[in-house]
């Protein structure tokens, strides 16, 4: 699959935690609570949130060394269990079991890792400027979320604020993957220019 079929699916997808919010009246919903159309928006977001991750790491947008490599592959790796938790839900698999725990880890995980990533997007300097701040729009909605928490004293993320955040900010991020071209396929451009 190429990088604009990734950023395709991650702008299609982007979207679907903020559905399910709408559903439910942005009240939040918690494991082993949601419907089967709820836990596959679920997996949708995360299905394109993995193709986005793929997607940064086709561009070499981390880098070509091992750490910026390392860097988006293994969000690659907690997105992947994060996915695997909506089937387990589906199936009504015991919520204690060690597996389980994994799956619900992995979704704030891989949030912190998206940062981390956004920040080596950053500072790896691949992609042009407005390409490399739509990853770093995505990477801080946890942190945002987690501020509006403690400034507006609540004791749970805003659903409404986090479902807009993360489906506007997938799908700049998907856009941006689809507009994207290669370091190597500019400075081509341009020296044939």
């Known amino acids: 699959m190429n990088v604009r079929t990734l950023g ?11 559905i399910d919010g709408f559903r439910h009246g942005m009240q939040r919903t918690l494991n082993g609570e949601n419907d089967l159309l709820g836990n596959l928006l679920y997996m949708a977001f995360a299905v394109g949130w993995w193709c986005a991750m793929l997607g940064l790491k086709r561009l070499h947008a981390t880098g070509r060394g091992k750490l910026g ?10 997105i992947f269990l994060a996915i695997l938790q909506s089937p387990l839900d589906i199936l009504h698999f015991d919520m204690g079991s060690p597996l389980y725990m ?11 890792l998206t940062f981390v990533v956004s920040v080596a997007v950053l500072f790896a300097r691949q992609l042009p400027l407005p390409h ?3 990853p770093l729009f995505c990477g801080i909605s946890l ?6 928490m403690a400034f507006a004293r609540l004791q749970d993320m805003p659903i409404a604020e986090f479902g807009w955040h993360t ?3 997938w799908f700049l991020l998907g856009l941006s993957l689809v507009a994207a071209r290669p370091r190597e396929e500019r400075q081509t451009i341009l020296a044939a220019a």
Request: aromatic share 10%; with cysteine.
């Open 8 to 18: 395709l699916l991650t702008m299609l997808c982007a979207p679907t935690m903020l």
């Open 69 to 78: 490599r390392f860097i988006v592959t293994l969000p690659l790796v907690t």
């Open 102 to 112: 994994v799956t619900d880890l992995a979704w704030p995980l891989s949030m912190v």
């Open 132 to 134: 490399r701040l739509a």
């Open 143 to 148: 942190p945002v979320g987690f501020a509006y």
């Open 167 to 169: 489906a506007i900010g």
